[in-house]
């Protein structure tokens, strides 16, 4: 399963069915879990953890150092959880020891061409990521988000579980669960409504959802009287309580 052409370290670890394209190259502390394929003249390197069942395809760069000019050769890493897929020329880079030091991809995600994924970002689970999603540092996605193509955010950002985005929308601030966002910069534009009906959400849950997106964005109130209100909300639509918490720990503000 290993092509003659291949390069991989004596000390990599690979798990049982995991193929390696032509002219890839594994490094020394990479670990591969079983069924895992990896592309023609992929590089997968640095301290590189990898689940089981992932399709990573020709010419990805997975693990290498982060584009942070702090960086001094420490050994922090990247772990990739089971079944993603990651297609080609998308760049996945270890973390730093100025956040956790390691950069955490979930399970179950679609990332597609071109897609950079910078340093200490944290992706949850079945998140797609459209051709040319670009996530700088430090910046956490929540389970189910779909970033359009050319998506931006800026380091440090949050978006979270449910949320979408438009093509080519900058993010410089966090971007709620369930609500979608359009622009440069990004402005809401309503929830997901769409895709939480295909993940099952009841209509009664999608009305509350809808509700506390109003009190957040059409009310007039300011940020800190929205979480009162949402707060408020949780008991009737316990959906609202991923909002009402996410809000509780931005820092950088959100999209308005």
């Not at 290498?64 to 420490?74: F, H, I, S, T």
């Not at 955010?153 to 449910?162: D, K, V």
Request: proline share 4%.
């Amino acid at each position: 399963m290993i092509h003659p052409t291949a390069i991989v370290h004596p000390a990599a670890e690979l798990g049982p069915g995991v193929s390696v394209g032509p002219y890839a190259v594994i490094g020394e502390h990479v670990v591969i879990g079983a069924g895992t394929s990896i592309g023609a003249h992929a590089v997968v390197t640095g301290h590189t953890t990898i689940g089981r069942d992932n399709r990573i395809f020709q010419f990805t760069s997975v693990g290498d150092e982060p584009q942070d000019k702090k960086y001094a050769g420490e050994p922090t890493g990247l772990t990739i959880g089971d079944r993603n897929t990651i297609r080609e020329f998308c760049t996945l880079n270890c973390g730093t020891v100025q956040d956790a030091g390691v950069t955490r991809v979930g399970n179950d995600n679609w990332i597609m061409a071109y897609v950079h994924v910078a340093h200490d970002c944290v992706v949850g689970d079945h998140v797609i990521m459209a051709n040319c999603t670009q996530l700088a540092g430090h910046v956490h996605v929540g389970d189910w988000a779909i970033l359009a193509g050319f998506t931006g955010a800026h380091q440090f950002c949050r978006i979270g579980a449910h949320a979408m985005t438009a093509i080519a929308t900058v993010l410089v601030h966090d971007l709620p669960p369930y609500v979608m966002a359009q622009g440069d910069t990004a402005k809401a534009h309503g929830i997901n409504a769409e895709g939480l009906k295909r993940r099952g959400f009841s209509a009664e849950a999608i009305a509350g959802i809808r509700r506390a997106y109003k009190t957040l964005y059409r009310s007039g109130l300011t940020l800190d009287e929205a979480r009162a209100a949402l707060a408020g909300q949780v008991a009737e639509c316990p959906e609202v309580g991923v909002m009402a918490e996410f809000l509780e720990r931005t820092t950088r503000g959100i999209v308005r």
